[in-house]
């Protein structure tokens, strides 16, 4: 069954989410790893709750490196070197399909962001 947001990965929806704040539709589509990791955790919390998780993920930086990996078998981004990717075309397709969810997420008030983390202490 896929998970929340349509994706079969959680954590691919995370990159998607983390590279939609550093990416340009009318660029080339380039990010760093070095971006991704710097981008607020708090975030990739929220969304992991959404998505049904119950704790914050011991190693976040390994995970997000694995999904980069998994998402470069996949054929949706490419590995330029030291540290860069660059969506391909492919990659670009799946990140619309996501964008519309990755808006909702993005739209979350700091109340309910406040109740997601207070329902997933409990």
């Known amino acids: 069954m896929d998970k929340l947001y349509g994706v079969k990965s959680n954590w691919e929806f995370v990159i998607w989410y983390l590279i939609s704040a550093i990416i340009s ?3 080339d589509h380039r990010f760093s790893r070095q971006k991704l990791l710097r981008k607020n955790y708090d975030d990739v919390y ?3 709750i959404l998505q049904g998780h119950k704790k914050r993920p011991q ?6 490196q694995k999904t980069l990996q998994n998402m470069r078998d996949k054929n949706w981004i490419i590995f330029l070197g030291s540290g860069e990717y660059k969506l391909t075309s492919e990659g670009v397709n799946e990140f619309l399909k996501h964008k519309e969810n990755i808006e909702k997420v993005q739209s979350l ?3 309910q962001r406040q109740l997601l983390r207070k329902l997933a202490r409990e």
């Not at 190693?59 to 997000?64: P, V």
């Open 25 to 27: 539709p009318t660029k």
């Open 59 to 64: 190693h976040t930086e390994e995970t997000i």
């Open 109 to 111: 008030d700091p109340a």
């Open 46 to 48: 929220d969304i992991l």
